[in-house]
């Protein structure tokens, strides 16, 4: 892939997702503190939906810049002229290795925006108290379950679409992969918001499932997917759209170029 295609990527996912992330961020809010174990209100209800944006904001361009550079790299690597009907394939393979890499930036950003959403601390002050209190692997608690929420489903169409289709599709694929990722999103928020030396603070996916489980029942595995459907739906087209739109200006105006 050349320099001028890693650029742009980068730029154009950039953009997509600080938009994204910054006029979606009340619908995560209200997501986190219906997922919480304290409960809605206790968390913070309606109050300070804005809680916890400094460190979306600091992490949103370098995350979905991460995401779609190793996109676009690895779906380069594994062009062939193969048969079209393993192109779905192959673009699966290069967003779940764009997950991967970007949940490297996602899950520290993610893990202090989520307490700064359920607590009255500011944003500085639960980045110091994690280092403080669990070093570096305190950033990256529930990095396993977030990496499988994302990887199962983060895929884009194979062919060339028009910038209102791709955030169309977005949106409504997004919308479905939501409702069905949302118990693995539930386990992620326990994971990142369990106290220090408790079970669930470990990390295991299952463990938090079951403790949710028992506790209450489907409905615990579903919290928050209201909120969550619409912010991934309108996320979807608003990432998708920005993105195909930054894009091609920026490969527009390097071909104006002399």
Same mark, same amino acid.
Not at 46 to 70: D, L, W
Not at 97 to 111: F, Y
């Given at each position: 892939?050349?320099?001028? &295609? ?6 154009? &996912? ?41 460190? %979306? ?7 979905? %810049? ?49 307490? %700064? =959403? ?10 110091? *108290?994690?280092? $403080? =209190? ?8 529930? $990095? ?12 884009? =169409? ?6 209102? =289709?791709?955030?169309?599709? /977005? ?31 470990? /990390? &295991? ?17 579903? %919290? ?19 993105? *195909? ?14």
């Amino acid at each position: 892939m050349d320099s001028p &295609g890693f650029t742009t990527s980068l730029l154009a &996912g950039g953009v997509a997702g600080v938009t994204v992330d910054l006029v979606l961020f009340p619908l995560d809010t209200i997501k986190t503190r219906l997922q919480s174990p304290q409960g809605f209100n206790k968390a913070g209800g309606f109050r300070g939906i804005y809680a916890g944006v400094p460190s %979306a904001a600091i992490g949103s361009f370098p995350n979905a %810049a991460a995401f779609f550079i190793t996109y676009e790299y690895v779906k380069w690597l594994l062009h062939t002229d193969s048969s079209p009907y393993l192109m779905p394939v192959k673009h699966m393979l290069a967003a779940s290795a764009g997950e991967v890499i970007a949940c490297l930036i996602r899950v520290p950003s993610e893990v202090v925006k989520q307490r %700064a =959403q359920v607590s009255a601390s500011s944003t500085v002050q639960i980045f110091t *108290d994690i280092l $403080y =209190q669990e070093g570096i692997q305190g950033l990256y608690r529930g $990095y396993k379950s977030t990496v499988l929420r994302e990887a199962l489903w983060s895929w884009r =169409q194979g062919h060339a679409v028009d910038s209102w =289709q791709s955030a169309v599709c /977005g949106a409504f694929a997004g919308g479905f992969a939501a409702a069905v990722t949302t118990p693995l999103d539930v386990a992620k928020t326990r994971i990142m918001l369990a106290k220090v030396g408790s079970s669930t603070a470990g /990390g &295991g996916v299952l463990s938090a499932l079951r403790g949710v489980w028992r506790t209450q029942g489907l409905p615990g595995l579903f %919290a928050g997917v209201f909120p969550r459907m619409a912010a991934i739906s309108l996320g979807g087209f608003i990432f998708l759209g920005a993105y *195909d739109q930054t894009r091609s200006l920026l490969l527009e105006l390097g071909r104006e170029r002399p």
